[in-house]
């Protein structure tokens, strides 16, 4: 999983409750994404990052936000979840670099929002 | 209407038989397409990519682009069990981190022993 870890790997929670997940990489890629996959909708993108402290919108960022102080960390916060929010979520890196095409993707977290 | 479509499934064939999996697209910006594979309750990991229109090759993988008809194929040679996966087709316009991927929903796949 080119050193992609998420954290936890599972999590139940309730509704109207913050939670943060994290991603963390040991390979120094610049970029790292978050996506929610969702029957019916495949991979949808959250918010993304290009570099300490530099962040932006995905397709769906409504009820999320994230932080990045360093290169290996990313993480997604729910600020009050819902459970509209219940999904499998994944972090990605990726280097950037022109004709690297490839995300990395980490092993995902399955989020459950009773 | 979705910018990348792409048929669910599931698609079940015999062990051996050629297997052929698309997406259709609407945004002609799109110059990178890709390849992912997604075992059960795993992340997903790039299998090809191209770059605009044409074929290119990889042992028992084809990746076709057609731009012209916004249509874009995988092919599987010789299907294997081991190739029971989802598959999702993913573009983007740009060659930077900057350039985000739009994926397809992803095509199930069932290859039978």
């Known amino acids: 999983d080119a050193g992609i870890t998420q954290s936890p790997r599972h999590k139940v929670t309730e509704t109207g409750t913050p939670v943060t997940l994290r991603c963390h990489q040991t390979?120094?890629?610049?970029?790292m994404y978050w996506y929610r996959q969702d029957p019916g909708h495949g991979l949808r993108l959250i918010h993304y990052?290009?570099?300490?402290?530099?962040?932006d919108k995905g397709e769906v960022s409504d009820g999320y936000s994230v932080s990045r102080s360093k290169t290996e960390d990313f993480l997604l916060t729910l600020e009050s979840a819902t459970s509209s929010q219940t999904s499998v979520y994944f972090c990605?890196?990726?280097?950037?670099?022109?004709?690297?095409?490839?995300?990395?993707f980490g092993p995902g977290t399955r989020l459950t929002v009773t | 209407q979705k910018e990348v479509e792409q048929d669910p499934g599931p698609l079940s064939v015999p062990e051996g038989a050629i297997v052929s999996l698309n997406c259709t697209y609407s945004?002609?910006?799109?110059?990178?397409f890709m390849w992912y594979r997604q075992y059960s309750r795993k992340g997903p990991e790039l299998l090809m990519y191209?770059?605009?229109?044409g074929n290119k090759e990889d042992g028992r993988f084809t990746a076709q682009v057609d731009k012209s008809s916004k249509y874009i194929s995988l092919f599987i040679r010789d299907s294997q069990p081991s190739d029971s996966a989802t598959y999702l087709c993913?573009?983007?316009?740009?060659?930077?981190?900057?350039?985000?991927?739009?994926f397809g929903k992803g095509t199930m796949l069932l290859v039978s022993p």
């Open positions: 990605a890196t990726g280097t950037g670099r022109i004709l690297t095409y490839e995300q990395y």
């Open positions: 390979e120094n890629h610049r970029y």
């Open positions: 990052s290009y570099g300490v402290k530099d962040t």
């Open positions: 945004n002609s910006a799109f110059q990178y």
């Open positions: 191209t770059y605009s229109s």
């Open positions: 993913a573009m983007r316009q740009g060659n930077s981190g900057y350039s985000t991927l739009t």
